[in-house]
């Protein structure tokens, strides 16, 4: 039986401001639930069905499980179509890593939408781009809405939130590019072999004093009529691209 | 002054049922409205604030056109940032047309989100391909969050709802390819210059009686350890690879 203080406690997660002052986060769904589970990520509780137990062995301590009914999944959950696991797991400490500079990497300049956020970082997963940096501005890594559209990947991208004008002047990376409307056609041109790739905000674009800072604006050529592509599948086109050097 | 009544239609028109009722759509946003309503679509209804109507010129009957306050749209709206229009549309009569088989198309074999449908759309728009084929189980296009994510892209490309194992028994297209977990390379496989790129299910893939019937199945290869990629994203990679041949 679950209390009124652990359903509010779960759905303040919703929130950032919760998320900050409890340092815990969601992770919904049963793949995404069984990926931390066996990770070595911390746990704070987890509300999942008997059969979900039964089914998965975890790395961890049981004793954290509270057994749930589906009908106790549907009160604590926020997805449309409530899954048999939600995991409520430690925020980890913002160590600023030494950066892996032999790869590409990904910055994102002030990506507002949740959705695009998770979807990008999955992107990366899929095609060996383990660093991510984002501006201060950026949607919350630990939003359930991020989390979810991860389908699981934040556990092996690290991500990074930094100041972005910061990093460039550090001046590390063998090539800054940046997804502008008007830059050279990714497809032709000369992608160096590591590098940080910029993609910025959903409606504005990339910053102008970050734009200031980079070697090469590249464009995904287009020959229809749309004004944009979303941010998402931009990432997308461009991680095949450049995961291929 | 908006009526109880008019709030209501607006808002049953989230629901399919109440759509093919009353044969009508939302498209909200401004971007989306202004486009529309210089379009040959047949609009029923328009509400607007004052300031969007004086700044923008439009081709139709300005007499359809109810003004609204700020705080009137957000009562209609369903978005969670309200804009300044809300347009009211007619669904256009299906007729099938002929089918463009000079250029690729793509067939959505039961996309459920609507968000990915509208990204799909959204996409083909850019890259030029302007007939996009949905399995009858597909999510629909006029859900006002597919009109959202096409970014007005609706307008341009052509979507035709049509059982696909009967397309693919007529047998019209150059290549029939499918996206698949175990398929060919598609960034090194031999793609023609035309044909058919069915996209499958966000869970499920494509369905099994449709790979009976297709002559390629191709991969996006990764090198990460995601399990695979969101269907909108791998469809900007696909469409970004069909439409240069």
């Known amino acids: 039986m679950i209390s009124k203080n652990q359903i509010s406690f779960v759905h303040s997660l919703a929130d950032k401001k919760f998320r900050l002052k409890y340092n815990c ?3 919904e769904g049963n793949k995404i639930a069984v990926e931390i589970l066996n990770s070595n990520w911390a746990i704070e ?15 961890f301590d049981k004793n954290k499980i509270t057994i749930v009914s589906k009908s106790e999944i549907e009160r604590l959950s926020q997805l449309s179509t409530p899954t048999d696991a939600i995991v409520v797991a430690k925020i980890p400490p913002k160590n600023i890593p030494d950066f892996n500079l032999q790869n590409w990497s990904l910055a994102l300049d002030n990506i507002q939408d949740p959705g695009n956020l998770g979807s990008i970082i ?6 060996g781009i383990s660093q991510v940096f984002l501006s201060l ?9 991020t989390i979810q559209a991860t389908m699981g990947s934040f556990l092996r991208v690290k991500t990074i939130s930094i100041d972005l004008e910061e990093l460039l002047n550090q001046n590390k990376f063998a090539q800054i590019c940046a997804a502008v409307m008007n830059g050279q056609n990714i497809f ?4 160096e072999k590591s590098g940080l790739m910029i993609l910025g905000n959903e409606g504005k674009g990339v910053s102008k004093n970050l ?5 090469l604006p590249i464009t995904i050529l ?3 009529n749309a004004e944009s592509l979303n941010v998402g599948v931009a990432a997308g086109i461009i991680c095949s691209i450049i995961s291929a050097k």
Do not use: H, S, Y
Not at 122 to 127: L, V
Not at 188 to 191: N, Y
């Open 222 to 224: 287009g020959k229809g």
């Open 122 to 127: 999955r992107t990366a997963d899929w095609f």
């Open 188 to 191: 032709t041109t000369k992608i």
């Open 25 to 27: 986060f969601v992770a």
């Open 45 to 59: 509780q987890v509300f999942a069905t008997n059969d979900f137990v039964e089914k998965n062995i975890f790395k």
């Open 211 to 215: 734009l200031e800072k980079i070697n």
């Open 137 to 145: 501005e950026c949607a919350d890594v630990f939003n359930p809405k």
